[in-house]
Each structure stands twice: as C-alpha cells, then as structure tokens.
C-alpha cells in the first residue's frame, strides 16, 4: 500500500517557539493532505484540508495564524506550529489522498508526530 | 455534517472469543466508512471500509464489518480474538471531499 512518512516523529521545545513538521507521500501523489491532532486517549480530530498549490481549508475553532499548513508540491505538506505553548502538546497526525474526487479513495495515515512544548 | 459513535471505550475479551466493536454513525449524505486500528506508538492502519456495494466487508486480520443502513450501524467483529489484536480501535466516516470524522476510539483488551 501507499505509503505516508512524517519527520520528525517526535519534538520537543520550549514555549515561544516554532516548530515543523513535515508529511510525504512516499510512492504516490497527493493532491490533498489532512491534518489530524490526538489528543491523549482521545480520537482524532481534524484539523485542516490542504491542497496542493491552493490554501488550506481549518476547521472551525482550529486557528490558522498559529497552525500555518503548506502544500507545495504533490509529495509534500507542511504543519509550523508557531510560538507553541504548552496546550499545543499533543500527537499530530497527517494523511494523503490521491484524488479527493475518487471518494472510495483511502486516506494513507502518517506514523504521526509526537509535539512537547515546555 | 457527520458523527460517529462507539460504544464502549474499553472492550475486553478472552482470547479465541468473538470480537465485537460497536459503531453507529449519522451523515447528511451516503457514507463512506473506515475501521482504523492504532496500535501503540504507531500510526492508524486501515482494517476495512465500506464504499458501495455489498454491505458485508471483509478486510485485514480476519475482521469484517456489515453496513446496516436502517440501523445507521457499521459494526466490527471478528470471529475469534488473538492477543496481537489488542490495540485502538477507531471508526470513521467520510461524507463527501473532506478528511474523516472518527469515533473517540474502542480500546480492545484480550485475556489470555
């Protein structure tokens, strides 16, 4: 199956800073990338819709200014999570789609990355 | 808008016992739903998925799921538990060209 890599897989930092991670879809192209955070014992929530070359569509109550997302290419979505704080702490999931239009496609999760902010 | 629910945060059974994992789900148009298993500290990996078609899925590991319109139900079973399938198990749903909307997640526990 496809397959859907994320760096790094865990981070820690200190309160005020920035930090990105990176999603690639390793032997398919993507058109469109999903966000996910997971919080401890907790499900996935949805955070963001990106598309390659266009912006991406937050969910409500997810603040764009503080979780910036970037689809530059087809193999390649970005999440920065600026002057991270404390409550940012949590597992950030992304996943890849090959062509959103094909709604029988599967989403092909990431192995996730684990943020600390201390 | 879609929901999912599971019933259940901790289900445990003996090993060699069915497995049953409840999901109920709501969308405002035709679903499209997803058994997703996390085990620890690794990714969510697909189990099965209803698309079209016959509503009884099979997928990995021996699991299957029935997609039963009338209850709104997309229930995961299988026949008879092994310890390796301790694990999360999630549910989700997908209404349209969005991402996944999952259930908080069903924590399987096998007895020896």
């Known amino acids: 199956g496809a397959v859907v890599s994320q760096h790094p897989s865990r981070v820690i930092c200190k309160s005020g800073t920035s930090v990105k991670i990176e999603c690639r879809s390793l032997?398919?192209?993507?058109?469109?990338m999903f966000w996910y955070r997971q919080f401890p014992k907790q499900s996935l929530m949805l955070m963001a819709t990106s598309n390659e070359g266009s912006k991406a569509t937050y969910e409500q109550g997810v603040e764009k200014d503080k979780f910036l997302i970037n689809h530059a290419s087809l193999t390649l979505s970005t999440l920065t999570v600026t002057s991270a704080h404390p409550e940012d702490s949590s597992f950030y999931i992304c996943?890849?789609?090959?062509?959103?239009?094909?709604?029988?496609?599967?989403?092909?999760f990431g192995p996730g990355t684990r943020l600390t902010v201390l | 808008a879609q929901s999912v629910t599971q019933l259940g945060s901790h289900v445990s059974v003996s090993e060699g016992a069915l497995v049953l994992l409840r999901c109920n789900y709501s969308?405002?148009?035709?679903?499209?739903l997803f058994w997703y298993v996390q085990y620890p500290n690794q990714g969510l990996q697909l189990l099965l998925k209803?698309?079209?078609?016959?509503?009884l899925v099979k997928g990995i590991n021996g699991f299957e799921a029935e997609f039963k319109k009338s209850e709104t139900s997309f229930h995961l079973t299988k026949p008879s538990a092994h310890m390796s399938d301790a694990a999360e198990y999630f549910c989700a749903v997908r209404g349209g060209a969005d991402g996944l909307t999952f259930g908080k997640g069903t924590h399987l526990i096998i007895q020896p």
């Open positions: 209803y698309t079209t078609g016959a509503t």
């Open positions: 032997d398919f192209q993507a058109t469109t």
């Open positions: 969308s405002s148009v035709p679903p499209y």
């Open positions: 996943s890849a789609l090959g062509d959103p239009t094909r709604l029988t496609d599967t989403q092909y």
